[in-house]
């Protein structure tokens, strides 16, 4: 063989060797949720065969390198991203079965919520943090624990090779994460500051990557030294015109003020740099997946060109596939044989195991995530973080809880703003002490012209196989009509009713499934009813009394998984139940009804009085388009509640029907009934985000309805002879500080018949004794 062949043979099999050998790696840049993008970067590159030897990523750039790296394919990620659950994730939101049982209060008008530690000196802290990252933590473990543990938390051992970023604040460095629990690295990369909480990785609190290198180019050289880079960038820090509106603002706010400059030089001669088109697309919107996704795989594409030019190694898909499922068949199953937990004294580790007790030696993923749910719906703890760690002399992990009790007061403030005299103010303080029990001590306090009232109450938590709550409430109600009716044009015959209501409630529960459960109660109430049968009322009048004073003994059956304590658009709540009551009826009558100045002449009504009652209500969002959401609520009382001694006595003791956001200030007469049907249809549409338009319908059918005979006596109406109507159109708008509500509230009642009503915050009352 002549010398030139033998040079030209030796020059194709170098050149071969390189093609073969040579090596891409792939980087992804942080920039919130228009880092989705980057899933769209990777279906193009494998759609086309292109290699991807190496990973680096920061914050969602690092999250989805980090899926590919651990064995997930592109189609995927892409699926992932799509669901429901991963909008949950970002968003905060997460179902469990026992949140609802564990809420130690029922809903109150608490907007903002403060804590002291008692034993550091009295610290007020306010919750530093946005967005709610229960269920977030708990799905990075559930992606990626797996995958750290065949590559034995060494990150180049993974399906490929990775790494990514993540800042220490304190000392101002960025610190490149190459091992250790891959879950723990993508949560730590991705804690924007303010938004998610800061995690310890190696003894430092580190927040997300892009503080300092947001499209760590310079890393991949480093770490990897490839033959080839290609750079997706979905982050810019430049401007082209100042924004107008607080909207824009606060949008680019998280990039300006967090995230470092990319600079697309970075990836060098032998790179391509990919910026996907995302200007109209917001950091903080995780909602238009399919489209952010889009615009990567449009981008990619449109350099795919040059891509195929620099790089000429291919990878076989079939190849690809076979690799990568040799890679996910060596995943151990996420079987767990131990729970441990740090971070609280012996008594209080003995509480949170007693949630995961087990009779069975080992605990699949669906018992631990029972029991997470379970601890992270105790309003006991101020943080609950899991980790998974892989135990390979067992074939199995080891579920470890860091726990951090609360703060031991807590002190809450809300109420609400109105239109109509029926604004108050709203404090509640909760004192919480966790030992071999968790325990609560509470009160709150509601003022205002219409509405008053102070609640003590106490609860005990035993942390068994079932576990069991006791707990006692003192509340104490006053409600005055008069003072909210007498101004109002719409309204010349106001209500002269003023009411008074005592009670101590001691009660025993227990955890259902599905968000539910069952409560034993019984009670003793003292009712004061004050009012004028003639609706007529002057200086030195004196209004009839009624005075009730019993027991009552209740079973009560709850499930409640509304995503707001009021103006709901998700969710279900179900309540049944079973009551018996027993006591006396005393009535005094006033001079209004009796003419008489000395009304000591006239004898008072004295009568025992008993009576069995059984509710149901049902409110449910069952139907979701687009952004249309229809809900019902229908509810049903039977009572053989008896006639009282006067017409209004036995309205203010008979069950009511509260269709509409305002009828708990209300006194309406025709909307109660001892036995009733009721139900509504409740239309929602989204215009904007947390902005919603509300029309609802509502009926009142009572079966048989309470008629005024003569100046003061009640008699029944014929059975199903009558029905009342309501209706309300309006808008809201959520804030963090509470809805925000305009409405046209209709009702087919003579006290109110119709009316306008703007308020802020929360039309939210402690319970009455009756209900």
Same mark, same amino acid.
């Given at each position: ?25 792939? $980087? ?36 989805? +390198? ?13 699926? =992932?991203?799509?669901?429901?659950? &991963? ?30 530690? =008692? ?54 460095? !960025? ?27 190696? %003894? ?24 080839? @880079? ?80 620099? @790089? ?20 151990? *199953? ?37 029991? /997470? ?74 003022? #205002?012209? &219409? ?6 109450? +106490?609860?005990? *938590? ?18 005055? /009509? ?23 409630? @001691? ?28 609706? !007529?009322?002057?200086?030195? *009048?004196?209004? %009839? ?37 027993? #006591? ?49 609520? $229908?509810?049903?009382?039977? !009572? ?38 009721? #139900? ?29 005979? #003569? ?9 199903? !002879? ?21 409405? /046209? ?10 009316? $306008? ?15």
């Amino acid at each position: 063989m002549s010398y030139p062949k033998k040079l030209f043979v030796l020059f194709l099999v170098l050149f071969v060797l390189q093609v073969k050998a040579q090596k891409v790696g792939l $980087v992804l840049s942080g920039g919130g949720a228009k880092g989705l993008a980057h899933i769209g970067t990777l279906k193009a590159l494998e759609e086309n065969n292109i290699p991807i030897d190496y990973i680096t990523g920061t914050s969602m750039g690092g999250i989805v +390198g980090a899926m590919y790296a651990a064995g997930y394919s592109p189609t995927q990620i892409e699926k =992932i991203a799509l669901s429901s659950d &991963f909008q949950d994730w970002v968003g905060g939101k997460y179902k469990s079965d026992y949140s609802y049982y564990f809420q130690k209060n029922n809903a109150n008008a608490s907007i903002l919520t403060a804590k002291l530690s =008692i034993d550091q000196g009295l610290r007020l802290s306010f919750r530093p943090n946005i967005v709610n990252d229960i269920p977030l933590n708990f799905a990075l473990l559930e992606l990626f624990s797996q995958a750290s543990a065949i590559s034995k938390d060494n990150f180049d051992e993974l399906f490929v090779p990775y790494r990514c970023m993540v800042s220490d604040v304190l000392s101002q460095k !960025s610190i490149t994460v190459s091992k250790g629990s891959l879950a723990e690295a993508v949560r730590a990369t991705m804690t924007v500051p303010l938004v998610y909480r800061p995690i310890k990785l190696e %003894d430092k609190y580190v927040f997300d990557g892009g503080l300092y290198n947001n499209f760590p180019a310079d890393i991949m050289k480093n770490e990897f030294k490839p033959d080839f @880079i290609i750079g997706a960038n979905v982050s810019s820090k430049t401007f082209n015109e100042y924004p107008k509106d607080d909207d824009r603002l606060m949008n680019r706010f998280l990039v300006y003020m967090f995230l470092s400059k990319s600079d697309s030089t970075l990836v060098g001669e032998n790179g391509i740099y990919i910026q996907p088109n995302l200007a109209n697309f917001s950091v903080t919107n995780f909602t238009p997946v399919e489209e952010l996704i889009k615009r990567g795989y449009d981008a990619t594409m449109a350099d795919m060109n040059n891509i195929k030019k620099a @790089i000429a190694r291919r990878v076989d898909p079939k190849e690809l596939l076979t690799k990568r499922n040799k890679f996910n068949e060596r995943k151990p *199953d996420l079987m767990f044989s131990n729970v441990t937990v740090t971070g609280v004294n012996s008594q209080q580790k003995k509480y949170i195991e007693r949630l995961f007790k087990s009779d069975n030696p080992t605990f699949n993923l669906a018992d631990i995530r029972r029991g /997470y749910y379970k601890l992270v719906a105790d309003e006991t703890f101020e943080t609950v973080y899991p980790k998974i760690s892989y135990q390979p002399e067992t074939d199995s992990y080891n579920f470890e809880i860091v726990a951090q009790p609360k703060k031991s007061l807590k002190i809450d403030f809300g109420g609400n703003i109105s239109s109509r005299p029926i604004s108050n103010v709203y404090l509640g303080l909760q004192y919480n002490y966790l030992n071999k029990k968790a325990y609560t001590f509470g009160t709150n306090f509601y003022s #205002g012209r &219409f509405y008053e009232s102070v609640q003590l109450s +106490g609860r005990v *938590d035993y942390p068994s196989g079932l576990p069991l709550f006791l707990g006692a409430d003192v509340t104490y109600n006053h409600w005055n /009509y008069y003072n909210t009716s007498q101004i109002f044009l719409e309204n010349p015959h106001p209500t002269y009713i003023e009411q008074a209501d005592r009670k101590i409630d @001691i009660k025993l529960g227990m955890p259902l499934n599905r968000n539910a459960r069952i409560t034993l109660s019984t009670s003793f109430i003292n009712n004061n009813d004050k009012y004028s049968p003639t609706n !007529s009322f002057a200086i030195g *009048d004196i209004l %009839d009394k009624t005075i009730y004073n019993g027991l009552r003994g209740s079973l009560v059956f709850e499930q409640n998984s509304l995503n707001r304590k009021q103006y709901p658009t998700r969710g279900h709540s179900f309540l049944l139940s079973v009551n018996y009551s027993t #006591g006396k009826e005393n009535y005094t009558p006033g001079n209004t009804y009796t003419g008489k100045a000395d009304i000591s002449q006239f004898p008072v009504f004295r009568k025992f009085r008993e009576w069995g009652h059984i509710k149901l209500s049902d409110e449910h969002y069952f139907f979701h388009s687009n952004r249309y959401t229809l809900g019902y609520l $229908v509810e049903g009382v039977i !009572s053989n509640q008896p006639l009282l001694a006067n017409y209004y006595s036995t309205l203010l003791a008979a069950p009511a029907f509260y269709p509409l956001q305002d009828s708990r200030s209300l006194f309406l007469e025709k909307f109660r009934a001892s036995s009733y049907l009721a #139900g509504g249809l409740k239309n929602i549409f989204q215009l904007k985000k947390n902005l919603d338009l509300r029309v609802e319908g509502y009926l009142f059918l009572p079966y048989k309805a309470f008629e005024q005979s #003569g100046q003061q006596d009640v008699r029944y109406a014929k059975a199903f !002879s009558q029905w009342r109507y309501a209706g309300t159109a309006g808008l809201v708008y959520n804030t963090p500080v509470g809805p925000i509500s305009f409405s /046209y509230n209709l009702y087919n009642d003579p006290i109110k018949r119709s009316g $306008v009503l703007l308020h802020l915050g929360y039309l939210i009352y402690n319970k009455r004794s009756i209900e």
